[in-house]
């Protein structure tokens, strides 16, 4: 495991030169899109109804995931129970700005309730006030208890919201923490994903952790963008209208 | 207790005619309004020193409260203590879709770090799905695990996301939960405070029940209109700059 100050060293010397990108998987074609798609809903006024239609999606076009809020977590479980929908659920969402006890009972309760992914968000203002060391044992706490229970863990940077020297202090910090995914982008936040974002995430951390690319993709071609930069997650609410263009 | 029947019953006839508004008490005079301010930092980006900053003012200004995420209570708390300016904490936000039992530890941990008013968003999602049952339990749960512990509690409603007759029942519940505040808005949702809003509220539950107006209140003038429809706090981060205004 990389100290705080090895990672803050690694960082100014990726800040002058970005490590080259590994190699990447090939692309999905046409319909193997659906794979690499997360079918998300975080909106606040979603209703049960509304989740229920999101899992008949996810079931019908094959989609990696179902991501919800929490409130949610019990009802998508039951409804993908025995299909290979993963069942994700983000914690600290999405502001990132609970406690990191607050957010390892979240991530407990989504676990107990049939979660097998956790979508977490990173405390924004501490890395903008660079209390790092609190980032760093909040992202490394969040991902044990939720390997321990053999789940998977994507931590969320809100990249709109970092400047490029967190960013890469950010991706640092969760390669060191053993975390399964980078995600960009809570989807609430100024921006979404961008190509260069999430070039950035897939040098610093790819391959061994994957980036999911989040806000904003709303068609085949920015989900194409994304997976040519490093994505091989998406999260969109745009799955349907995405899978569809790939095989017209 | 009011039952779920009698509060539907109820939001029926007051979606035909609204109660006449109760007597308010006298609106602020000058810097007087400064007590009415609750002194507002939510963004995921704030630092720990934009929080000490925020808590200066507010002893400066003589704010009601200083209101912030579950991550800066402490920090609050304790730069505040001595003083009579409250520490507030939002739980549950801006989203309001973890689960109760979520919003139940989340509340405590708030509380146990010196929190003395607790903001919680309903969940917005079953209000639109009519899940009103599951709202009135969240509800009245967080009231009394807040009261236990003698500190206030405010209900957000996100009115900007509600019809006006879920706006109704909303209130009703929060009113037969016995809850100390209804509180329009986070500032994240679609829209914030109106003065229609206010005043619909205010009907339902003044004078017993106390409105928050939150959420696009940058102006004496806007705040003065929310006191006149019936609030008695005013949730913003422009609070300096009304005082200024209040004064000059």
């Not at 600290?92 to 107990?112: D, Y």
Request: glycine share 8%; aromatic share 4%.
């Amino acid at each position: 495991m990389d100290t705080l100050a090895e990672i803050l060293a690694l960082a100014d010397k990726y800040e002058r030169q970005l490590p080259q990108a590994a190699e990447m998987p090939p692309p999905p074609i046409g319909a193997e899109i659906a794979g690499w798609i997360e079918h998300t809903l975080l909106k606040p006024e979603a209703t049960a109804a509304q989740v229920k239609v999101l899992c008949q999606e996810a079931l019908q076009y094959h989609f990696a995931s179902v991501c919800v809020n929490p409130a949610y977590v019990t009802l998508v479980s039951a409804l993908l129970s025995g299909s290979p929908v993963k069942t994700c659920a983000v914690v600290g969402f999405p502001l990132g700005a609970t406690l990191p006890t607050q957010k390892v009972v979240e991530t407990l309760a989504c676990l107990e309730n049939g979660a097998v992914e956790i979508d977490m968000v990173i405390n924004i203002g501490a890395m903008k006030g660079e209390a790092y060391g609190l980032v760093y044992n909040e992202v490394q706490t969040i991902a044990q208890v939720v390997h321990n229970q053999r789940a998977v863990v994507k931590v969320i940077l809100e990249t709109a919201l970092l400047r490029r020297k967190e960013k890469i202090i950010a991706c640092l910090v969760c390669k060191a923490a053993g975390v399964d995914f980078v995600k960009t982008s809570t989807g609430f936040g100024p921006g979404g994903a961008t190509v260069e974002d999430v070039d950035l995430i897939y040098r610093l951390v790819g391959p061994q952790v994957r980036v999911k690319a989040s806000g904003g993709i709303r068609s085949l071609e920015t989900a194409l963008a994304m997976i040519r930069a490093g994505a091989t997650r998406l999260g969109t609410s745009s799955g349907v209208q995405i899978v569809k263009e790939a095989v017209a």
